[in-house]
């Protein structure tokens, strides 16, 4: 083995102690990257359904299910005349309204109510359908109704190679299309593929025709017949650690790439469960229950690296069965949780995640986020992380500045309740809850 001279080792030490400095300061800094939750915060939403000046108070971010049915029938070889579909749908209208409300709009593109065999040209049709569409809806276009398309929602009726055939060809038409326009995969797992999600391994190899990686995720204690749904931080479900090996996958086979949770949410009827039929053991959640976790969801994925999350679901009818009571407003009147996630997107919107304070599994999270503009300017946000009602006074290390207020998430309209604090010397004391805790405070 060839000898390594004392001054060479010194100097490789020096190296590696520089890189760690290095990573320590890029660690430290990485919140700047982080997005503000304005940019951060998006909501479901379905076409004619939607009425965007309801929602404005909850989002900028709107992701919408497009039918690619709608544009081309059931006829895949069809060349869409934008700006209407197929149906006679005016897109150039539809998200033109939503536009000029002030939101952003992700085209996730829905093609698995029609099976795969009635693809005459899967390759060729796929290729001219994202041609068409970026050139029209893209950000380089006139009208640039769109910043995203996700190709593909959840579709497990095709097998793996017949959704990588249509993926790497569509993708390559927007590319060619609108280089701007953001490309996202359709719900991927880091596991096989399922029903309700493609595997990574469809999309491996083709980094170079997408941008972001995208997943749905919900909190299920248990399937089939209750799907019955626990608390984000439930550390027994894989809620958050399927985001986790997501993010871990990202690293490790697609560097640089974004992932965004698309998906996720919580029932919250007030209607019992049906005598018979399939949701007959259906459990719900209760519409506090329903407010509080949506709201520690974002924060919880903020902390975690997630680029965006979407909250499903934006208005519903009541109904106690499965994503048939997720609506944030029922019969378009806010729930609790309109109200809660409101306040979330008003306290937060012009701050980005800084740093965990305090996360203790089962005890407490207190995270801090940063304004965007003024660094001084900085937000608390604690918790009870469970799922039990459960209510307590903890202590935390003060926050090095002046508090200026603090206030309980709100589950109705109007003014949030007003929390006291005791702070002695170096030590904050607080009644915390289930519903997070704000406090607002300057930096010195």
């Given at each position: 083995?060839?000898?390594?001279?004392?001054?060479?080792?010194?100097?490789?030490v020096l190296l590696l102690l520089l890189a760690a400095a290095f990573a320590r300061r890029?660690?430290?800094?990485?919140?700047?990257?982080?997005?503000?939750?304005?940019?951060?915060?998006?909501?479901?939403?379905?076409?004619?359904?939607?009425?965007?000046?309801?929602?404005?108070?909850?989002?900028?971010?709107?992701?919408?299910?497009?039918?690619?049915?709608?544009?081309?029938?059931?006829?895949?070889?069809?060349?869409?005349?934008?700006?209407?579909?197929?149906?006679?749908?005016?897109?150039?209208?539809?998200?033109?309204?939503?536009?000029?409300?002030?939101?952003?709009?992700?085209?996730?593109?829905?093609?698995?109510?029609?099976?795969?065999?009635?693809?005459?040209?899967?390759?060729?049709d796929a290729f001219a359908y994202g041609l068409t569409f970026a050139r029209f809806f893209?950000?380089?276009?006139?009208?640039?109704?769109?910043?995203?398309?996700?190709?593909?929602?959840?579709?497990?009726?095709?097998?793996?190679?017949?959704?990588?055939?249509?993926?790497?060809?569509?993708?390559?038409?927007?590319?060619?299309?609108?280089?701007?326009?953001?490309?996202?995969?359709?719900?991927?797992?880091?596991?096989?593929?399922?029903?309700?999600?493609?595997?990574?391994?469809?999309?491996?190899?083709?980094?170079?025709?997408?941008?972001?990686?995208?997943?749905?995720?919900?909190?299920?204690?248990?399937?089939?017949?209750?799907?019955?749904?626990?608390?984000?931080?439930?550390?027994?479900?894989?809620?958050?650690?399927?985001?986790?090996?997501?993010?871990?996958?990202?690293?490790?086979?697609?560097?640089?790439?974004?992932?965004?949770?698309?998906?996720?949410?919580?029932?919250?009827?007030?209607?019992?469960?049906?005598?018979?039929?399939?949701?007959?053991?259906?459990?719900?959640?209760?519409?506090?229950?329903?407010?509080?976790?949506?709201?520690?969801?974002?924060?919880?994925?903020?902390?975690?690296?997630?680029?965006?999350?979407?909250?499903?679901?934006?208005?519903?009818?009541?109904?106690?069965?499965?994503?048939?009571?997720?609506?944030?407003?029922?019969?378009?009147?806010?729930?609790?949780?309109?109200?809660?996630?409101?306040?979330?997107?008003?306290?937060?919107?012009?701050?980005?995640?800084?740093?965990?304070?305090?996360?203790?599994?089962?005890?407490?999270?207190?995270?801090?986020?940063?304004?965007?503009?003024?660094?001084?300017?900085?937000?608390?946000?604690?918790?009870?992380?469970?799922?039990?009602?459960?209510?307590?006074?903890?202590?935390?290390?003060?926050?090095p500045g002046t508090i200026q207020k603090a206030e309980r998430m709100p589950l109705r309209?109007?003014?949030?309740?007003?929390?006291?604090?005791?702070?002695?010397?170096?030590?904050?004391?607080?009644?915390?809850?289930?519903?997070?805790?704000?406090?607002?405070?300057?930096?010195?």
């Amino acid at each position: 083995m060839k000898q390594v001279s004392f001054s060479t080792a010194r100097f490789l030490v020096l190296l590696l102690l520089l890189a760690a400095a290095f990573a320590r300061r890029a660690g430290a800094e990485g919140a700047a990257d982080a997005p503000l939750f304005r940019d951060f915060m998006g909501l479901n939403v379905h076409t004619v359904q939607f009425k965007p000046d309801l929602y404005k108070p909850v989002c900028r971010l709107l992701r919408n299910y497009h039918g690619l049915d709608w544009d081309i029938g059931n006829e895949t070889h069809y060349a869409p005349r934008f700006p209407f579909a197929r149906n006679m749908v005016n897109w150039e209208q539809l998200y033109g309204d939503w536009l000029r409300a002030g939101y952003a709009v992700n085209v996730c593109l829905i093609f698995d109510n029609f099976p795969a065999k009635e693809w005459r040209d899967p390759a060729r049709d796929a290729f001219a359908y994202g041609l068409t569409f970026a050139r029209f809806f893209g950000p380089s276009g006139t009208q640039r109704l769109a910043e995203a398309i996700e190709i593909g929602n959840e579709p497990g009726l095709y097998d793996d190679a017949a959704y990588r055939v249509i993926f790497e060809n569509m993708a390559r038409g927007v590319r060619q299309g609108d280089p701007k326009l953001k490309i996202a995969t359709c719900a991927l797992t880091t596991g096989k593929s399922h029903r309700y999600a493609k595997s990574v391994t469809c999309v491996q190899g083709l980094e170079s025709l997408y941008d972001i990686l995208n997943m749905h995720t919900y909190a299920m204690a248990e399937e089939y017949p209750t799907w019955r749904r626990s608390y984000p931080e439930d550390p027994n479900i894989p809620y958050l650690k399927d985001v986790r090996e997501m993010m871990a996958w990202r690293d490790a086979h697609a560097q640089g790439k974004a992932v965004w949770v698309t998906e996720f949410g919580w029932d919250a009827s007030t209607k019992p469960a049906p005598k018979t039929g399939d949701f007959a053991k259906w459990v719900g959640s209760t519409e506090t229950q329903q407010a509080q976790y949506l709201v520690r969801s974002f924060l919880v994925f903020a902390e975690m690296g997630v680029d965006r999350a979407y909250l499903f679901w934006f208005n519903d009818q009541d109904a106690p069965q499965l994503h048939g009571s997720s609506g944030i407003t029922r019969d378009y009147q806010p729930k609790p949780a309109f109200h809660a996630v409101a306040h979330l997107y008003r306290s937060l919107g012009d701050y980005r995640f800084a740093r965990a304070v305090a996360k203790k599994t089962g005890d407490l999270y207190a995270f801090e986020f940063a304004h965007g503009a003024d660094p001084k300017a900085r937000i608390w946000a604690v918790w009870s992380p469970t799922g039990t009602g459960r209510e307590a006074t903890v202590s935390l290390p003060a926050p090095p500045g002046t508090i200026q207020k603090a206030e309980r998430m709100p589950l109705r309209e109007g003014a949030a309740e007003t929390v006291a604090w005791q702070s002695s010397g170096s030590t904050l004391r607080l009644s915390v809850g289930e519903s997070p805790v704000y406090l607002w405070f300057r930096m010195p």
